[in-house]
């Protein structure tokens, strides 16, 4: 009989103290509140401006917040959603879980925004990593289906950067997706349920590139001082992942979270963003980028499906990379 | 009839713990429906499971033998070393595998080196192999078990009628056989029935698609609770369609009670001393090369570890030991009871961590901030979760003890817990072991369901591993892995050492 008293006396307490400050809840994915994420930082900054307690809840990767949030509607504690993608935002405005953050927009991002809903806190371009060693690095999904270069990449049905690769094809091919799936299964090595087991596999040298961001390299480079990892460059342009913030309309601290908001687009935040999270920051730092992000390659094209787009083109999508791969 | 009751309390806590989740989920979705892509995964998933099992048993059965008839030096750490690849972390294990049969690993070098063609692992056998690595050594044990339990006198009889190695296999090992392997079929079929990260990895693309991703992908990206709710509930049906089939065609040994003499082993002397020699040497090669890779990888970040490591490994252990304890009371209590509670023992396994988790999350959530409870329940999840294992590594002795002990007990008029402390516990103390040291380690491994859970800061030990490969810190995540993995198997050694050696 002891635990329900000791977890009734967590409640007690944890009351007692939301009347003495107000608390503010962030749902939020898991790397993001780690240790080696943004969120210490983050957490730190704001309460000393707030006069609040910041607290995160972490839920896996960006699909499954959504899902959490789906799980507990609108009594849902969360006051602000962190790490949505514009894969994801058609699905979660449709939730109606979410208020309008009310904000001019005003951020350094390749395409437009104006989605009334969420706010851009980072983005980042997906692209194919390599090793500086590798002999011919091919420049365009088509090179790549030609060549023999094998390639690691991450299960769209279970994975947020698998996703945005199906996304990508669709976007740069359109009706020709099919054909390039089809030339390209004979390269992948193979498909992983996330981002870390493909990434393991890629440094393991079980394949010549994986599919990450054009910032991978920037982590070896800065963290590892190991200058040995490239982002291929290819010409049909680069799919974008734009990571996003939003505002529960069911919240109890609406003030707060608009503050919250606010605060993500600011110095403290957006400069431990290019380190911690390893993104671009949606507005840049006074003090630019860190040193170490020249060194990477800048796409020419972003490419970028509206988000009511992206999810209507998901399930076509999906069929059409299932039936290339799986003959 | 209070052990009878007790069961029946076991019993329906077990079954409400697993089914009570699946039944919140489809409440919440009131109904759904499967799709052709969702049988094609059901029809992938059996053939894997099927393969994986009956393969892993029938190398097992040769190694159990020669560990049970042949002594030599590094015997116990061998038997010892045999509980570790089933406690290691998935992802960890399948970076091992690779390591030595992937693309770059130990093998293709070696085939380059001697001008031979690569072999690619990925694909279905890929799939077998790394299903074989991590339940192979288990099913020794389980089998091995079966073998140290068939009285000495037996053997000292056949000796003396001057059997031969064909004639102490037909009267003592087949009988032994009939009745230990259907359950250990059982056991790695149902295991292998939840695979996902390994099937998917090791698979090569989406023609590996197995039941546990699609239920995945419905509950993260669809929110389709009604389909994973239905795909779980398939889970479901096929362990039970399993244990019942199991329990038709295994048949009881009944070689009767024995004085506990010290065992002479039956140990065939010619060339099948060599094939057993053979056999033990291939064995621990394939298993002892993964894991050294493991190691190898992890040691440098051993020793750089960040300090929440720590506290998680901490966190970690709180929750093992009291899971390891629960689950075994549970189990022991389920197996001398009745053989009939091997279905409702035997569920858990086919139990989908995230719609379990889901469904718990379901229920706690209107009353308590799941953050609160993130440790308790996980707890919880892990002993049901583990108490299969440790019935099937209880279940065959403690029949046996019921068998061959159970009327003299009564006519002494032994019971409650003088009977436990005279009879049960002295005689089960390897199998309790064992179970104890499993559980525990599987306790200390598991992060189905922490991850819905934990909110900052209350990270595990397996939670902390993948939040440091997902922050690229792939060195401090094997290192972290490795202290996983030591811990685990310390917890394992411990308990099973004890039992072992308290029973010899």
Known sequence: ?327 | MARRAGALIVAAALAALTLGPLALVMARAGGGALGAADWAALRFTILQAALSSLVSVLLAVPVARALARRSFPGRGLMIALLGAPFLLPVIVAVLGIIAVFGRAGLFNRGFEALGLAPLSIYGLHGVVLAHVFFNMPFAVRLILQGWLAIPSERFRLAAALGFGPSDVARHLERPMLREVLPGVVLVVFVICLSSFAVALTLGGGPRATTVELAIYQALRFEFDLGRAALLAALQFTICGAAVLATGAVALPSAFGAGLDRAAVPFAPRGWRRVADALVLTAAAAFLLLPMAMVAARGLPGLFQLPPEVWAAAGRSLSVALPSAFLSVSGALVLALASPRFGLVATLPLAASSLVLGTGLFLAVHPFLNPTLVALPVTMLVNAVLSLPFAYRILAPEARALEADYGRLAQALGLGGLARLRWLTLPRLRRPLGFALGVSAALAMGDLGVIALFAGEGGATLPLLVQRLMGAYRLEQAAGAALLLVLTSFALFWIFDRGGRHAAS
Not at chain 1, 17 to 45: H, K, M
Not at chain 1, 223 to 243: C, I, M, N, T, W
Not at chain 1, 304 to 316: G, H, K, M
Request: hydrophobic residues 50%.
């Open chain 1, 1 to 327: 009989m002891k635990f329900p008293m000791l977890a009734a006396g967590f409640v007690l307490t944890a009351g007692v103290a939301a009347a003495q400050t107000p608390v503010l809840t962030v749902l939020t994915y898991d790397s993001f509140t780690s240790e080696w994420g943004p969120g210490p930082a983050v957490e730190t900054a704001f309460e000393e401006v707030c006069g609040c307690d910041l607290r995160f809840v972490a839920a896996g990767d960006g699909a499954a917040l959504l899902a959490r949030l789906q799980l507990e509607g609108a009594r849902s504690e969360a006051d602000v959603v962190v790490g949505l993608d514009t894969n994801l935002t058609a699905a979660a405005a449709a939730t109606g879980l979410f208020a309008p953050h009310g904000a001019a927009v005003e951020v350094d991002l390749p395409v437009a925004w104006d989605d009334p809903l969420f706010l851009p806190f980072d983005w980042g371009w997906f692209a194919f990593v390599h090793d500086r060693k590798m002999a011919e690095v091919p420049g365009s999904f088509e090179e790549l289906a030609a060549s023999d270069a094998r390639i690691v990449i991450q299960d769209p049905r279970s994975s947020t950067p698998g996703l945005g690769l199906l996304m990508w094809v669709k976007a740069a091919y359109g009706d020709r997706a099919p054909e390039i799936w089809g030339a390209l299964a004979d390269n992948i090595v193979t498909v992983t349920p996330g981002w870390s087991e493909a990434y393991g596999l890629f440094l393991e040298g079980e394949a010549d590139m994986v599919l990450s961001y054009t910032t991978s390299p920037a982590y070896h480079l800065i963290a590892e001082e190991d200058d040995s990892k490239a982002a291929a460059p290819f010409r049909e342009g680069h799919y974008l992942q734009v990571e996003v913030a939003g505002k529960l309309a069911a919240s109890d601290q609406p003030e707060l979270a608009d503050r919250f908001l606010a605060f993500l687009l600011e110095e403290p935040v957006q400069s431990v963003l290019p380190t911690t999270n390893w993104m671009y920051p949606a507005r840049l730092p006074a003090g630019g980028l860190p040193e170490g992000f020249e060194t990477l390659v800048r796409p020419d094209v972003s490419l970028l499906l509206s988000a009511d787009e992206a999810l209507s083109l998901r399930p076509e999508a999906l069929r059409e990379w299932q039936d290339a791969l799986a003959r």
